[in-house]
């Protein structure tokens, strides 16, 4: 099993649709949660963090943590063409580094 | 300029050669890291660093070398390049141990 498990993709949705992209990890140690954008050929972004259990929002994207259930997820409200990218999550244990997803591929169709 | 750098931005190389990846950062982050990203693997760790003159293994350190003697700086060595280590290689740096990271704008290196 991976450390960290992300639905494998590619996901495609229309553009102003919700994106849902998930997450799961297996160090219950885990303390911090991470979502980055990738596009092609350019490094990770980040886009979102997220700390304690419950929602964060942040314009449209909302990163939801399950420590219980060792998941978390993005959700991405109106999607648009330039939300076209590979989302990345990211695990750190308190070893100080993260380990990430392989990611999913995200395709917002006009 | 403010950030992170890496040098070279694509390197070219033979098998069996030695080569140096930069990397620079100037928020005087405590932590550097090094990661490869091939298509299918996503990213993975070589080597992290919490502070200067103090570094870590990451999950595939075979074949690669680093040295922090200053915070700003993580340099990153191929001793023997092989043609398994053509990848895209990132630098990170991040404030603490739970903080995110930000991430240089990469190395495409090839070996022949």
């Known amino acids: 099993q991976k450390e960290v498990e992300q639905n494998s993709g590619p996901l495609s949705v229309p553009e102003g649709a919700i994106a849902s992209l998930n997450c799961t990890y297996s160090?219950?140690?885990?303390?911090?949660f991470f979502w980055y954008r990738q596009y092609s050929g350019k490094s990770p972004e980040l886009i979102m963090s997220?700390?304690?259990?419950g929602d964060k929002e942040d314009g449209r994207f909302t990163a939801q943590l399950n420590k219980a259930s060792q998941y978390v997820s993005l959700l991405i409200r109106d999607s648009q063409p330039s939300d076209s990218a590979t989302y990345l999550c990211?695990?750190?244990?308190?070893?100080?580094?993260?380990?990430f997803g392989d990611g999913t591929t995200l395709t917002v169709k006009p | 300029d403010a950030g992170i750098t890496q040098s070279p931005r694509y390197k070219i190389t033979e098998t069996g050669r030695q080569v140096t990846l930069m990397c620079h950062q100037t928020?005087?982050?405590?932590?550097m890291f090094w990661y490869r990203q091939d298509l299918g693997h996503g990213l993975r760790l070589i080597y992290y660093s919490a502070a200067a003159d103090i570094t870590d293994k990451g999950e595939v350190p075979d074949g690669y070398v680093v040295s922090r003697s200053k915070t700003e700086n993580f340099p990153l060595t191929l001793e023997s390049a092989t043609r398994s280590q053509t990848s895209v290689y990132f630098c990170?740096?991040?404030?603490?141990?739970?903080?995110?990271?930000?991430f240089g704008p990469g190395t495409r290196l090839t070996v022949l």
């Open positions: 928020w005087s982050h405590s932590y």
């Open positions: 997220i700390y304690s259990n």
């Open positions: 990170a740096s991040g404030a603490g141990a739970y903080n995110e990271q930000f």
């Open positions: 990211a695990v750190n244990t308190n070893a100080g580094k993260s380990t």
């Open positions: 160090d219950r140690g885990s303390q911090s």
